[in-house]
């Protein structure tokens, strides 16, 4: 449950869709995050998913899920400037949270 | 309802000091959990403690410690203070997992300690 993997960087347009991906690698994880960190801030819970779940909505955010590959992903539609921030993609198993290097999205206008 | 606070926002100390950093929980939860986010790295945990006891460690020296009071506020202590140790600390807070709460964490605003 050590290795939880996400790309460094997105780089998206105002209104179009953004798409972070996490893999990992313990198939045993009961919960999966996603954080949002702004800058000089601490971590914001966005969502959470449950592992026996394969999707998620809430309003402009979608969590997918597949477990067969261990990947994770969060959906943010019609992507705004204030969604620039780093996202953090994390599980929870066995008394343990891992969390990725966070990925940073960049929201051009 | 008040969220997650720590103290102090930053903190500086030199090499070899002790640094000790505090946390007070959402009002409610029994768990406090600590990472350390070093400058371009990811969130590393530290230690998990619930009900005054500590519960897991992450893969940190012995000289990274700390304790939960009966209130369930908590301190981390990091003692032989090395430069490598500069970072942000997190502490986040939630209810007891294992008792099948589902809940999840809330973080703090976080402590930068700076070791010169």
């Known amino acids: 449950g050590e290795d939880v993997e996400q790309s460094l960087f997105l780089s998206v347009r105002e209104g179009d869709s953004s798409v972070i991906n996490c893999t990992y690698t313990?198939?045993?994880?009961?919960?999966l995050y996603w954080y949002k960190q702004e800058p000089g801030a601490g971590l914001q819970l966005l969502t959470y998913?449950?592992?026996?779940?394969d999707m998620k909505q809430d309003q402009r955010l979608t969590v997918l899920l597949n477990k067969k590959d261990k990947h994770l992903s969060l959906r943010i539609a019609d992507t705004q400037t204030g969604d620039s921030a780093i996202y953090f993609c994390?599980?929870?198993?066995?008394?343990?949270?891992?969390f990725g290097s966070g990925t940073k999205l960049n929201v051009k206008p | 309802e008040a969220g997650v606070t720590q103290s102090p926002t930053h903190l500086i100390k030199t090499r070899g000091q002790q640094a000790t950093l505090r946390c007070s929980p959402i009002?409610?939860?029994?768990?406090v959990y600590w990472y350390q986010q070093a400058l371009g790295l990811g969130l590393q945990f530290l230690l998990w403690?619930?009900?005054?006891?500590?519960?897991n460690r992450g893969n940190f020296p012995p000289r990274f410690s700390g304790r939960q009071f009966p209130n369930y506020s908590s301190e981390l202590n990091v003692n032989a203070l090395e430069l490598e140790d500069s970072a942000l600390y997190l502490c986040?807070?939630?209810?007891?997992?294992?008792?099948?709460?589902?809940?999840?964490?809330?973080f703090g605003p976080g402590t930068r300690l700076l070791v010169l």
């Open positions: 986040a807070s939630s209810f007891d997992f294992r008792a099948g709460a589902q809940e999840t964490q809330y």
């Open positions: 313990d198939s045993s994880s009961t919960y």
């Open positions: 998913i449950f592992s026996n779940m």
């Open positions: 994390g599980e929870y198993n066995f008394n343990k949270f891992y």
């Open positions: 009002s409610g939860h029994t768990s």
């Open positions: 403690y619930d009900e005054g006891e500590e519960r």
